[in-house]
């Protein structure tokens, strides 16, 4: 299942990405 958690940390990280970029705390949706 490493695919899978690389795939949610990717997601992870462009949520923080865009998280700093709009200023809104973005929570897991998963």
Known sequence: ???CDLAK???N????VRD???GNTI???D
Do not use: A, I
Request: hydrophobic share 25%; charged share 40%.
């Open 20 to 22: 700093k970029k709009t």
């Open 9 to 11: 940390l990717g997601r």
């Open 1 to 3: 299942m490493e695919c």
């Open 13 to 16: 990280l462009l949520n923080q």
């Open 27 to 29: 929570s897991d949706k």
